[in-house]
């Protein structure tokens, strides 16, 4: 089975070339057959890498030690789903992993895209087999998951204890749709490029697809936030460690190529640099992949490091980035540029929107990258952490965060940004509102923190406001109102859950930094303490045998007002042998929206044990915001126009009856 | 305004834009970002009072003391000078004797180092890259033996 998987993943490598040339040598000469070659090709690589993947997955969940990369990342008395979930927590299984979900893009393209003309899809599927067969190369010739070893050892080395969580089931899977799915907004831009026209369904495919990636990405940040924040036990949700930076720099620009999609496919207007932002953002995919895997930044992420990997994805960088930024630089002229528009108009609020996140990717690139810089200049080490981003990014946010409920309730071309702002009065004496109620009522709320809530309560009722205005709130009959609001196009209802969630999430934000409350201790069994209100018993330490680990499993009981005891919270120091590693598994109270968090430190001589407890005010919104901004992505997706591919493919084959290869 | 006027308009409020953006980059990264320094490199630094750093090196074996409360001080030495380091909180849980460690915060009046965050991120031979690499520097690298 683990030799098929290596054979599978050659002929994948080989196919992914076939997918490259033929197609584009097809689409130069006009050869339909030649383009034609494409689809089934992604097809055909797509279910070999799946089989590759499959092999290796159970050579994993059967504990094949013979395997090197089992050997090293698991163990016979792991349970079963960390045994599987650990084929991609490692450096070879994870790039596997890379590959099949683009090869998974590539063939939605194979299947979906026969509303494409000829030569478009053609060249597509091209640019995407060349990612392709260069990370198969990578994985052949530096990260192979399939090297045997001889004799085959007994016993593996164990699964690095903090990625033992179901989170690692969910997280790196999100992340890659979303990272690998710009991959499609990148071909489908190349494609574009090496044509040098933008066709109108060009404009109707990326937005969907954009769609689709930052719906995973979203989930995958946010996922990956929760994890950090609950495995560590350091209770902080971002660190602006450069890995999350990694995967937060793709999103911020993913974000403004959504917005900019918008412009381009309602007004054709702004393509050239729609086009610009679908290549800047995949590119920051693989710069995100690059530091992540090479090994130039020490993380939890770095499985190993090895400096072949990294100069071979730095050329895999070079490759993509520099080469369609040529292109780019070459065709761009030939585009023509789209519709005008008044600076106040949807429009220009959406390019206001692309001016602030994209000037954002900049200082988050610039944050991450400083460092390695500066290192490779002039050997001092520096680090740039949170104070840094504080003052860079957080300044960019907010006026970004003020305007976001205008954009939606401006008109296209020409706004009133009079009426506009008559309109959002409600909106704005809900957040005044919440301002004065949080400065007056809450003790301790600075000045900042009771504006950050005003922000919140403004993005919020910014994105109801702009429902209820499409639906015709106070001017029409209920009746009729209701009627309207349940017409109203899937995407309006997509706009606002995804601004409302990022309204959630800002929330969330300022209650845990703002109103959040902690205390370090030295606690004896029977001791209490209080926090916020909260009021906790030690109870004692208690020894756990788990499968493949021991834990000293630290027991709190939760009281109530009158004493008795209301529920429990335990927090464990697990130690896993195999490794030598030490965890702690955090204990964790949701209180409405909020937690209780407390995580137990070193045992002192005389039996006392650290305890750090923190009240985090609305913590669970921050990720809460993130579900439902991917419900809003989802609720965009259903919408009736990205699903005319039904006519339009008709109509496409009309016109072009030779050219549908399918 | 003519149409030209109105594109030069925004396209200048545009720089203005970003060029606020990359001044408060800039001045941020002056001011924001912490220098990593090994013990012995300490004595040709010129560290402000109060100044953020990054220290790094290894937990000297036998200085880690426990006093009442969460309060933790240790040694970190590069095997040529040590620092005295105080931190209060909990301590990562791959934090050992004889391990590499950073800490992060400012030197105190006393001499005494004052930690606000100590990281012990590792690779497999559980030591910070930063360190490694000082350490290699210095010539007091010893290849562990990894299992």
């Known amino acids: 089975m683990v030799e098929t998987g290596h054979f599978a993943l050659v002929l994948a490598f080989a196919l992914a070339l076939v997918q490259t040339m033929v197609p584009l040598f097809g689409a130069r000469t006009g050869n339909h057959k030649m383009m034609a070659v494409g689809a089934p090709a992604a097809l055909t690589g797509f279910a070999l890498t ?8 159970t050579a994993y969940a059967g504990s094949d030690f013979s395997v090197e990369s089992v050997w090293e990342n698991s163990h016979s008395l792991q349970p079963l789903i960390y045994k599987i979930t650990g084929t991609w927590g490692n450096h070879e299984g994870s790039m596997l992993l890379w590959v099949l979900i683009l090869t998974f893009f590539g063939a939605l393209v194979a299947v979906f895209g026969g509303n494409l003309p000829a030569t478009l899809r053609a060249n597509v599927l091209a640019v995407q087999g060349a990612i392709g067969a260069t990370f198969f190369l990578f994985i052949l010739t530096t990260s192979n998951p399939f090297v045997r070893l001889n004799p085959a050892p007994i016993e593996g080395r164990d699964l690095n204890p903090i990625l033992q969580d179901l989170g690692l089931a969910i997280h790196p899977p999100l992340l890659y749709l979303g990272y690998v799915g710009f991959s499609i907004c990148f071909s489908f831009s190349v494609a574009a490029l090496i044509e040098g026209r933008i066709d109108a369904s060009w404009a109707r495919w990326v937005r969907p697809w954009t769609l689709v990636a930052w719906m995973f990405l979203t989930g995958g940040i946010a996922m990956g936030s929760y994890w950090a924040y609950y495995e560590l036990g350091w209770g902080g949700f971002w660190f602006w460690d450069p890995v999350e930076n990694a995967s937060f720099m793709p999103w911020l620009a993913g974000t403004a190529l959504l917005h900019s999609a918008i412009v381009m496919e309602k007004r054709s207007a702004l393509k050239i640099w729609t086009l610009l932002l679908a290549i800047l953002t995949f590119s920051l995919s693989l710069l995100g992949t690059f530091l992540v895997r090479s090994g130039v930044l020490t993380s939890v992420h770095a499985f190993a490091t090895d400096p072949t990997r990294g100069v071979f994805i730095l ?23 789209g519709g005008l528009f008044h600076p106040i108009s949807r429009e220009g609020a959406l390019v206001l929107n692309n001016l602030f996140l994209t000037t954002a990717t900049a200082t988050v690139l610039v944050g991450t990258l400083y460092p390695l810089v500066v290192e490779a200049l002039s050997a001092d080490k520096i680090s740039v952490g949170a104070p840094f981003f504080n003052l860079t990014f957080g300044p960019l946010m907010v006026p970004l965060l003020v305007v976001v409920p205008f954009g939606p309730l401006l008109a296209w071309k020409r706004g009133d940004i009079f009426a506009v702002a008559q309109r959002l009065m ?3 004496a809900a957040a005044l509102l919440a301002v004065l109620v949080t400065a007056l009522f809450i003790d301790g709320a600075s000045v900042l923190a009771a504006l950050g809530v005003g922000l919140a309560f403004w993005l919020i009722c910014g994105a109801l406001t702009d429902l209820a205005v499409k639906s015709g709130f106070g001017t029409v009959a209920p009746a009729t109102m209701l009627r309207r609001f349940a017409g109203l196009p899937r995407s309006v209802f997509g706009t606002a859950l995804a601004h409302l969630g990022l309204g959630l999430t800002t929330l969330g934000i300022v209650g845990t930094l703002c109103f959040g409350t902690e205390k370090i201790l030295s606690m004896q069994a029977g001791e209490t303490v209080e926090l916020s209100g909260h009021k906790l018993r030690f109870e004692g330490l208690y020894p756990v045998q788990g499968p493949n680990y021991s834990e000293d499993r630290g027991r709190f009981a939760l009281l109530g007002a009158d004493g008795s005891v209301t529920g429990e919270i335990t927090s464990a120091k697990r130690s896993y042998p195999v490794r030598q590693m030490t965890t702690t598994e955090s204990g964790i109270r949701t209180i409405g929206f909020s937690q209780l968090y407390l995580s137990l430190g070193d045992e002192g001589s005389d039996g006392s044990v650290v305890v750090r407890l923190w009240w985090k005010p609305l913590v669970t919104l921050i990720w809460g915001g993130g579900l439902v901004m991917m419900a809003g992505a989802a609720m965009s997706l259903l919408d009736r126009r990205l699903r ?19 | 305004m003519t149409r030209k006027q109105k594109r030069v308009s925004v396209i200048a409020a545009g720089l203005a834009f970003l060029g606020v953006a990359t001044g408060l980059t800039f001045y941020a990264l002056g001011q924001k970002a912490s220098y990593f320094y090994m013990p012995a490199d300490l004595a040709t630094a010129s560290l402000q009072p109060g100044q953020r750093i990054r220290l790094g090196g290894l937990v000297e074996k036998g200085t880690v003391e426990r006093s009442q409360g969460a309060t933790v001080a240790f040694s970190v030495t590069d095997n040529q000078k040590d620092v005295k380091v105080t931190y209060t909180g909990i301590l990562p849980d791959l934090f050992r004797e004889g391990q590499g460690v950073i800490t992060e915060g400012s030197f105190g009046p006393d001499g005494v180092f004052v930690a606000d965050s100590v990281l012990a991120k590792h690779d497999e031979t559980y030591m910070p890259k930063e360190v490694a690499d000082g350490l290699k520097a210095k010539g007091v690298w010893q290849e562990s033996k990894s299992d």
Do not use: D, E, N
């Open chain 1, 50 to 57: 799946a089989l590759s993947f499959v092999a290796l997955a």
């Open chain 1, 426 to 428: 409600a909106a704005f």
């Open chain 1, 644 to 662: 005319v591919g039904a006519p339009s493919r008709r109509k496409a084959a009309a016109a072009v009856p030779s050219a549908s290869p399918q």
């Open chain 1, 315 to 337: 050329c895999i960088l070079t490759l993509f980035i520099g080469g369609s930024l040529a292109l780019f630089a070459l065709r761009a002229s030939r585009l023509t540029a």
